[in-house]
């Protein structure tokens, strides 16, 4: 995150400018203002800085401004920038989007409905890619998607404010991020609801071919070509499949939480609501925080070799617990900043719990895995190592599981969120 707290004058960071002749940017009391008089119809003053694989774009404006506030990406496959989704506001006002995919294809202003900015107040707006998609959040409430069938990947991203000519105005921006956000693939090509041989048969179909269904690799959308790279992604895919011993997707609409492996189906308890359409991928479980949690039977005992344990998860306090072995060790849960941390550790006196620096609860959908290979433990967020140490053994407990809740039930312990996709591997998994 860029929180723009160092002192008064240009950005630096990486930003770069482009402004009005009469408006200027900098720095002042620790963000970013843009301010002047707008001399020419509708130009546009911003900070813009190019993008590596970042997908979701964030940031806080001030709503009392009397410019408008703008986002805009391109797409990097399009040197002339030519390629872009936007989205602006007028001072206090709603939301717009809009899209061009070349000279001349600009689609004009289309309004998004519910989504007024609130006044008096900083607001945040996100925007997030995934393909040719687009969705818009503001304030952590989602209020619109959009397409733009013609954008690659983001090459850049532009926050700036435009007027009329002859206002004079301000806008002030705060607190940007940018960050990848993990994309979930399909590797069920043929739809049968299993991935297996007939898949392995489905890609070689289209070998050579421009198939988006079987174009895998590289991350996230593939290179335009059917070839050796999407094999090789299905293998490895196939390979972490025959590992996994657990699986809960958290697909259902009542009941029990249903496992998908060795039918260990979990037992729902407390403050917990199915929402079928609500998760990462598909549906998922919503946990009150107060004594909502999934308990099914012992999985696998820590001390007797690598594992790996991986789940989705939207929101949590910190101290609550996301995944732990019945009166063993919590697996994966929160640190009193709400970062992700394991209590799973060596049973030597000097074992201590693995930390790490990335908060999970900011309200958005977060893959987190803990993994063990036997010499290394190993924390993730969104597929990346987060943290990591030297661990030669683990303190054993052959113990059931708990979904949402600590090792003992305690109070302050259950999660508050959303979980989805819960799976254990009894081996090293890596993303």
Same mark, same amino acid.
């Given at each position: 995150?860029?929180?723009?707290?160092?002192?008064?004058?240009?950005?630096?960071?990486?930003?770069?400018?482009?402004?009005?002749?009469?408006?200027?940017?900098?720095?002042?009391?620790?963000?970013?203002?843009?301010?002047?008089?707008?001399?020419?119809?509708?130009?546009?003053?911003?900070?813009?800085?190019?993008?590596?694989?970042?997908?979701?774009?964030?940031?806080?404006?001030?709503?009392?401004?009397?410019?408008?506030?703008?986002?805009?990406?391109?797409?990097?496959?399009?040197?002339?920038?030519?390629?872009?989704?936007?989205?602006?506001?007028?001072?206090?006002?709603?939301?717009?989007?809009?899209?061009?995919?070349?000279?001349?294809?600009?689609?004009?202003?289309?309004?998004?409905?519910?989504?007024?900015?609130?006044?008096?107040?900083?607001?945040?707006?996100?925007?997030?890619?995934?393909?040719? #998609?687009?969705?818009?959040?503001?304030?952590?409430?989602?209020?619109?998607? $959009?397409?733009?069938?013609?954008?690659?990947?983001?090459?850049?991203?532009?926050?700036?404010?435009?007027?009329?000519?002859?206002?004079? @105005?301000?806008?002030?921006?705060?607190?940007?991020?940018?960050?990848?956000?993990?994309?979930?693939?399909?590797?069920?090509?043929?739809?049968?609801?299993?991935?297996?041989?007939?898949?392995?048969?489905?890609?070689?179909?289209?070998?050579?071919?421009?198939?988006?269904?079987?174009?895998?690799?590289?991350?996230?959308?593939?290179?335009?070509?059917?070839?050796?790279?999407? =094999?090789?992604? +299905?293998?490895?895919?196939?390979?972490?499949?025959?590992?996994?011993?657990?699986?809960?997707?958290?697909?259902?609409?009542?009941? $029990?939480?249903?496992?998908?492996? @060795?039918?260990?189906?979990?037992?729902?308890?407390?403050?917990?609501?199915?929402?079928?359409?609500?998760?990462?991928?598909?549906?998922?479980?919503?946990?009150?925080?107060?004594? @909502?949690?999934?308990?099914?039977?012992?999985?696998?005992?820590?001390?007797?070799?690598?594992?790996?344990?991986?789940?989705?998860?939207?929101?949590?306090?910190?101290?609550?617990?996301?995944?732990?072995?019945?009166?063993?060790?919590?697996?994966?849960? =929160?640190?009193?900043?709400?970062?992700?941390?394991?209590?799973?550790?060596?049973?030597?006196?000097?074992?201590?719990?693995? =930390?790490?620096?990335?908060?999970?609860? #900011?309200?958005?959908?977060?893959?987190?895995? +803990?993994?063990? #290979?036997?010499?290394?433990?190993?924390?993730?967020?969104?597929?990346?190592?987060?943290?990591?140490?030297?661990?030669?053994? =683990?303190?054993?407990?052959?113990?059931?599981?708990?979904?949402?809740?600590?090792?003992?039930?305690?109070? @302050?312990?259950?999660?508050?969120?959303?979980?989805? #996709?819960?799976?254990?591997?009894?081996?090293?998994?890596?993303?």
């Amino acid at each position: 995150m860029d929180d723009f707290n160092r002192p008064d004058g240009e950005l630096g960071n990486g930003w770069s400018t482009w402004t009005e002749e009469d408006v200027e940017i900098e720095i002042v009391d620790n963000e970013v203002l843009i301010t002047g008089k707008q001399v020419h119809n509708w130009w546009k003053s911003e900070i813009y800085r190019p993008v590596e694989d970042e997908t979701r774009f964030s940031f806080d404006f001030k709503a009392d401004d009397n410019f408008n506030v703008h986002i805009r990406v391109s797409d990097a496959e399009d040197e002339d920038y030519q390629t872009t989704a936007s989205v602006y506001a007028s001072p206090g006002g709603s939301f717009s989007y809009g899209i061009k995919h070349g000279p001349g294809t600009w689609s004009g202003w289309t309004k998004i409905p519910g989504s007024q900015m609130i006044a008096g107040q900083y607001n945040t707006l996100t925007m997030e890619q995934k393909g040719t #998609d687009f969705t818009i959040t503001l304030n952590d409430e989602v209020v619109c998607t $959009f397409t733009n069938s013609y954008f690659t990947r983001v090459g850049e991203v532009d926050i700036g404010c435009d007027a009329a000519a002859g206002i004079v @105005g301000s806008i002030h921006i705060d607190n940007f991020r940018m960050e990848k956000v993990s994309i979930v693939r399909d590797f069920d090509f043929n739809g049968d609801g299993a991935v297996d041989v007939k898949d392995v048969v489905t890609l070689t179909d289209y070998w050579g071919q421009d198939y988006s269904v079987c174009d895998i690799s590289p991350m996230p959308w593939g290179d335009g070509l059917v070839d050796a790279e999407d =094999l090789l992604a +299905l293998a490895t895919y196939l390979e972490q499949e025959t590992a996994l011993i657990a699986h809960w997707p958290l697909d259902e609409t009542e009941g $029990f939480a249903n496992e998908e492996v @060795g039918n260990n189906r979990g037992y729902v308890f407390g403050g917990a609501i199915w929402e079928p359409t609500g998760g990462q991928i598909g549906g998922a479980i919503r946990l009150d925080g107060v004594d @909502g949690c999934i308990i099914a039977n012992p999985v696998l005992n820590p001390a007797e070799g690598p594992f790996s344990a991986f789940a989705w998860v939207q929101g949590g306090e910190p101290g609550q617990v996301i995944v732990s072995g019945t009166a063993g060790a919590n697996w994966l849960m =929160l640190d009193a900043e709400g970062k992700l941390m394991t209590e799973v550790k060596s049973p030597d006196p000097s074992g201590t719990p693995l =930390l790490s620096q990335s908060v999970i609860t #900011d309200g958005r959908w977060h893959r987190v895995g +803990l993994v063990w #290979d036997g010499s290394s433990r190993m924390l993730y967020v969104d597929d990346a190592i987060v943290a990591d140490d030297t661990q030669d053994s =683990l303190e054993g407990s052959f113990s059931g599981l708990y979904i949402g809740c600590g090792k003992n039930m305690q109070p @302050g312990t259950f999660f508050s969120g959303l979980i989805d #996709d819960v799976r254990v591997y009894n081996r090293a998994v890596r993303p």
